[in-house]
């Protein structure tokens, strides 16, 4: 089916046969009409706590020599850094479930390396199976074709395409034996080489010949009556053959499921695998895919206009139930400048899933690679980031438990009113945080919409990026550090905005962060914040230990009207500061009871 938005408004469906279902979801507001959508495909799939954090990739990290020398740079410039990925070059021949034996060698030894620092490694699992190395020497292969798992052409003989290894088979994921042998696949590899997450790239599935080595038959599936716009002008350009067979049908009707299947087969074998929550990346996507898999928006370039066009495309997937998204950080394709890459990683530290990522070719764009001055703009957006991540963990929980977004459009917080249908460059994360990014060259100042209906100009020089939280809220905070292994450990503050009428309420989850169905189970806590009347208590409605020996080290409280004479916490005095905002810090009240600290105006 072809789907044209038509500016009348109108919809123009074009089909060439089968049955169409169609769900019309009848709101009435924005959240519910995304709530009544995920009932339908599903609610999105909680992450490990430490895939929040900052995730530093390219390809041309050549060797683990390389890839070491970029940890080691990041961590003496004191830049957060929880995951470090490699591109394909880890791989021996390009082909997947290997490693190369001169250059990653000693891959399993540095992936060990990561983990004694407290952080996590990723490396990218393409499913095209090269399929001429000699026998017996690549068993992905030589057991896929006993096992059967390989799309077949239209006359039953394995379908040849090709990747990046060359000629390749492409597994058949909608075939439960195929499932199995992937999880074998990635038994046998993690036992090796212990990744923590899977990138799961060229899986629309991307070919670099059309259809197969053979071409394609010349039938209805391949050329059908009418073809839709697509790359390349025929449905097979880029792809495999439409006639060619999978289990559950013929790939013309499975092929935009061909990411869904191979995230879905992949989140099951690497939760068996690990026996924890997993971490799927995919480039391919299709409605469910948020309860399997995070993804990111593709190859973007490195200029603004894709640095303003990943705003919306990441509001997108948040209304498709795929609230971990984020685009290429400082771009893909093409050479970055140090401007553009500063307000990339700013904007960025507000992408639910952070991630920066270059191409090959191109100059460096690690965040040490650049200035002094901007490398200071970036270490504070990154440490604005760690510090927010227990809200933004607490968001994603609402998104998995009620289908609640994590970054929000404005027109779903505020559906009454008309300014904000068209707003793609802020946005929220939940309700209270708003985000407003610079997204031109050489702008030091930003329009700024407020939900009084005010347009203000707010000062943004290059260190700068203006985040506010509205009235009546509470963000539970944490101190950053180089990694999420650390910062969890760190003492909780508040930020508290009180409203007009002087209360504010926020909420926090946590877990261990990283066990499957804590929240199913039961093994989380869960405590709300309340402000009013000059206090603020601490409700903790679940315990189950996750909090034990974390303390809340101080507050922040914005509309205060006066300095109060003193400050208790726990009925003790306490420091406090107050320059329009009363500051109380040296606090150590334990998270796991519950807390009040008063204010006497
Ligand atoms: C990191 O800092 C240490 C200590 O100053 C130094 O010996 C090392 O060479 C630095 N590493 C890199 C890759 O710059
Ligand atoms: C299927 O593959 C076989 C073996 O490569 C080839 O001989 C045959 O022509 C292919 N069939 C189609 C329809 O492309
Ligand atoms: C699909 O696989 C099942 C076994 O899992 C088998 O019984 C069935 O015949 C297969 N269907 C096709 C069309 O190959
Ligand atoms: C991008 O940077 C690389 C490495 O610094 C350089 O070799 C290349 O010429 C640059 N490309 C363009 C288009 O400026």
Same mark, same amino acid.
């Given at each position: 089916?072809?789907?044209?938005?038509?500016?009348?408004?109108?919809?123009?469906?074009? $089909?060439?046969?089968?049955?169409?279902?169609?769900?019309?979801?009848?709101?009435?507001?924005?959240? $519910?009409?995304?709530?009544?959508?995920?009932?339908?495909?599903?609610?999105?799939?909680?992450?490990?706590?430490?895939?929040?954090?900052?995730?530093?990739?390219?390809?041309?990290?050549?060797?683990?020599?390389?890839?070491?020398?970029?940890?080691?740079?990041?961590?003496?410039?004191?830049?957060?850094?929880?995951?470090?990925?490699?591109?394909?070059?880890?791989?021996?021949?390009?082909?997947? #479930?290997?490693?190369?034996?001169?250059?990653?060698?000693?891959?399993?030894?540095?992936?060990?390396?990561?983990?004694?620092?407290?952080?996590?490694?990723?490396?990218?699992?393409?499913?095209?199976?090269?399929?001429?190395?000699?026998?017996?020497?690549?068993?992905?292969?030589?057991?896929?074709?006993?096992?059967?798992? #390989?799309?077949?052409?239209?006359?039953?003989?394995?379908?040849?395409?090709?990747?990046?290894?060359?000629?390749? %088979?492409?597994?058949?994921?909608?075939?439960?034996?195929?499932?199995?042998?992937?999880? !074998?696949?990635?038994?046998?590899?993690?036992?090796?080489?212990?990744?923590?997450?899977?990138?799961?790239?060229?899986?629309?599935?991307?070919?670099?010949?059309?259809?197969?080595?053979?071409?394609?038959?010349?039938?209805?599936?391949?050329?059908?009556?009418?073809?839709?716009?697509?790359?390349?002008?025929?449905?097979? $350009?880029?792809?495999?053959?439409?006639?060619?067979?999978?289990?559950?049908?013929?790939?013309?009707?499975?092929?935009?499921?061909?990411?869904?299947?191979?995230?879905?087969?992949?989140?099951?074998?690497?939760?068996?695998?690990?026996?924890?929550?997993?971490?799927?990346? /995919?480039?391919? /996507?299709?409605?469910?895919?948020?309860?399997?898999?995070?993804?990111?928006?593709?190859?973007?370039?490195?200029?603004?206009?894709?640095?303003?066009?990943?705003?919306?495309?990441?509001?997108?997937?948040?209304?498709?139930?795929?609230?971990?998204?984020?685009? !290429?950080?400082?771009?893909?394709?093409?050479?970055?400048?140090?401007?553009?890459?500063?307000?990339?990683?700013?904007?960025?530290?507000?992408?639910?899933?952070?991630?920066?990522?270059?191409?090959?070719?191109?100059?460096?764009?690690?965040?040490?690679?650049?200035?002094?001055?901007?490398?200071?703009?970036?270490? $504070?957006?990154?440490?604005?980031?760690?510090?927010?991540?227990?809200?933004?963990?607490?968001?994603?929980?609402?998104?998995?438990?009620?289908?609640?977004?994590?970054?929000?459009?404005?027109?779903?917080?505020?559906?009454?009113?008309?300014?904000?249908?068209?707003?793609?460059?802020?946005?929220?994360?939940?309700?209270?945080?708003?985000?407003?990014?610079?997204?031109?060259?050489?702008?030091?100042?930003?329009?700024? #919409?407020?939900?009084?209906?005010?347009?203000?100009?707010?000062?943004?020089?290059?260190?700068?990026?203006?985040?506010?939280?509205?009235?009546?809220?509470?963000?539970?905070?944490?101190?950053?550090?180089?990694?999420?292994?650390? /910062?969890?450990?760190?003492?909780?503050? +508040?930020?508290?905005?009180?409203?007009?009428?002087?209360?504010?309420?926020?909420?926090?989850?946590?877990? !261990?962060?990283? /066990?499957?169905?804590?929240?199913?189970?039961?093994?989380?806590?869960?405590?709300?914040?309340?402000?009013?009347?000059?206090?603020?208590?601490?409700?903790?409605?679940?315990?189950?230990? %996750?909090?034990?020996?974390?303390?809340?080290?101080? +507050?922040?409280?914005?509309?205060?009207?006066?300095?109060?004479?003193?400050?208790?916490?726990?009925?003790?005095?306490?420091?406090?500061?107050?320059?329009?905002?009363?500051?109380?810090?040296?606090?150590?009240?334990?998270?796991?009871?519950?807390?009040?600290?008063?204010?006497?105006?």
């Amino acid at each position: 089916v072809e789907v044209m938005l038509q500016p009348t408004p109108a919809l123009t469906w074009v $089909s060439t046969g089968g049955i169409l279902d169609l769900y019309i979801f009848l709101g009435p507001n924005p959240q $519910s009409v995304i709530r009544q959508y995920l009932q339908v495909i599903g609610y999105p799939t909680m992450p490990p706590y430490w895939s929040l954090g900052f995730h530093l990739c390219r390809w041309g990290y050549t060797t683990t020599t390389t890839t070491r020398k970029v940890v080691e740079r990041m961590h003496n410039a004191s830049f957060p850094l929880d995951v470090q990925w490699n591109d394909l070059d880890y791989a021996d021949k390009r082909r997947i #479930f290997t490693y190369d034996p001169w250059r990653f060698g000693d891959l399993p030894q540095m992936v060990k390396e990561f983990h004694e620092r407290g952080m996590k490694y990723i490396l990218i699992l393409d499913p095209g199976i090269s399929s001429t190395s000699p026998s017996g020497t690549y068993p992905p292969f030589d057991h896929g074709l006993k096992r059967d798992v #390989f799309i077949k052409n239209a006359t039953g003989n394995i379908l040849i395409g090709k990747v990046w290894p060359g000629p390749t %088979a492409f597994p058949d994921f909608t075939y439960p034996e195929t499932r199995k042998w992937w999880e !074998d696949c990635i038994r046998d590899f993690h036992s090796k080489v212990p990744v923590d997450g899977l990138w799961i790239d060229m899986n629309e599935p991307a070919s670099f010949v059309q259809g197969s080595v053979e071409g394609c038959p010349d039938n209805d599936l391949e050329n059908p009556p009418y073809t839709p716009r697509v790359v390349g002008g025929q449905l097979n $350009s880029g792809t495999i053959c439409m006639s060619a067979q999978q289990n559950l049908s013929t790939h013309y009707n499975l092929h935009n499921m061909y990411g869904l299947a191979e995230a879905y087969a992949t989140n099951r074998a690497f939760t068996n695998v690990l026996g924890k929550r997993p971490f799927v990346l /995919s480039r391919s /996507s299709y409605p469910s895919i948020g309860r399997y898999s995070a993804v990111w928006t593709g190859d973007v370039r490195s200029d603004w206009e894709q640095l303003r066009f990943s705003i919306p495309a990441v509001l997108q997937f948040s209304l498709f139930g795929v609230p971990l998204v984020g685009a !290429d950080i400082c771009g893909f394709g093409g050479n970055t400048t140090e401007e553009l890459c500063v307000r990339w990683m700013q904007l960025g530290a507000f992408y639910p899933f952070m991630r920066n990522h270059n191409d090959k070719p191109n100059a460096p764009q690690e965040p040490y690679v650049f200035g002094q001055k901007a490398q200071a703009a970036m270490r $504070s957006a990154l440490n604005l980031r760690y510090s927010l991540l227990p809200f933004l963990y607490t968001l994603f929980h609402h998104a998995h438990t009620s289908a609640d977004t994590v970054a929000r459009p404005l027109f779903m917080e505020f559906p009454t009113d008309p300014n904000c249908q068209t707003i793609d460059r802020q946005f929220l994360w939940g309700s209270s945080l708003l985000i407003s990014p610079v997204l031109e060259e050489g702008a030091v100042d930003h329009l700024f #919409f407020f939900s009084l209906g005010q347009y203000l100009l707010l000062p943004a020089p290059l260190d700068t990026i203006n985040v506010h939280v509205k009235e009546g809220h509470i963000i539970p905070q944490q101190e950053p550090a180089l990694t999420t292994t650390a /910062s969890r450990r760190n003492p909780f503050f +508040l930020t508290v905005a009180l409203s007009a009428g002087g209360w504010a309420w926020g909420d926090l989850f946590w877990d !261990d962060g990283e /066990s499957l169905d804590t929240y199913e189970m039961g093994n989380y806590c869960y405590v709300t914040f309340i402000a009013g009347e000059s206090q603020i208590v601490s409700d903790p409605l679940r315990l189950n230990g %996750a909090l034990d020996g974390l303390i809340l080290g101080g +507050l922040q409280v914005f509309g205060v009207p006066s300095s109060p004479h003193y400050v208790l916490a726990n009925g003790d005095f306490s420091v406090c500061f107050f320059t329009q905002v009363l500051t109380v810090t040296s606090l150590a009240l334990p998270m796991s009871e519950v807390f009040t600290v008063q204010w006497a105006l």
